[in-house]
């Protein structure tokens, strides 16, 4: 089957730099994408990576590894209105999305 | 730039009743999705459409049905609603494909059966 893990939940500091890890399993690879869900609200695109290597957007870098089914999201210079949950979602061989549960971040003070 | 738009926003439902949730975009895009989100899970595929007239099940299809008469608009019905149907839904859209375009999400639908 499709399978996509992240952690369930992390908590940081306001000020630190998070790293959220996605790992898949899934028949084929067309890309992978990272999304942030503030609770109770839709969720908006962050990045997307389709070859291996480091994608970077300001605070945030997506980082992308075929070979080992591996990407992580890094969240730089932490803020409080970073507190959402991030999703891993891979497009497979059928261009179907399939999405991981998400990870809830906590950013403290 | 009002994007995706759905509505209701919130409704409950009685076991049996029916209802349809509203789904509209103003980007002329060209690929529509709805999707349920149920806590701890994620985002499940319930029908996509790749334009006006063409609709094919997701995921999880079984209890809904949808219709794409126009690029815009992307009804999702919910016949003989059941406990089970209890989520938050979203509709969705995208220029073309999942393989590198961005997906764009309207704000949600809560809905409860009771």
């Known amino acids: 089957g499709q399978n996509i893990d992240q952690p369930t939940e992390m908590t940081a500091t306001e000020g630190a730099i998070v790293q959220i890890n996605c790992t898949y399993q899934?028949?084929?690879?067309?890309?992978l994408f990272w999304y942030q869900q503030h609770a109770g609200e839709a969720p908006t695109f962050l990045s997307y990576?389709?070859l291996d290597g480091l994608e970077e957007k300001g605070r945030f870098s997506s980082f992308l590894s075929r070979s080992k089914g591996y990407s992580y999201l890094l969240l730089k210079e932490l803020q409080m209105k970073d507190s959402a949950s991030y999703l891993c979602?891979?497009?497979?061989?059928?261009?179907?999305?399939?999405w991981g549960a998400g990870t809830k971040l906590i950013i403290k003070p | 730039n009002a994007g995706v738009t759905q509505t209701p926003k919130f409704r409950i439902l009685k076991i049996g009743q029916s209802m349809t949730l509203q789904c509209t975009q103003d980007m002329n895009h060209n690929y529509m999705y709805w999707y349920r989100q149920d806590p701890g899970m994620g985002l499940k595929l319930i029908y996509y459409s790749v334009g006006a007239g063409i609709t094919d099940k997701g995921e999880v299809p079984n209890g809904y049905n949808v219709s794409r008469s126009t690029t815009e608009d992307f009804p999702l019905r919910l016949e003989l609603a059941a406990p089970s149907q209890t989520s938050v839904y979203f509709c969705a859209s995208s220029y073309s494909g999942t393989a590198g375009n961005t997906i764009y999400f309207g704000e949600g639908s809560w809905l409860t059966v009771v």
């Open positions: 899934t028949s084929g690879f067309n890309g």
């Open positions: 979602a891979v497009t497979d061989s059928n261009y179907q999305l399939i």
């Open positions: 990576n389709v």
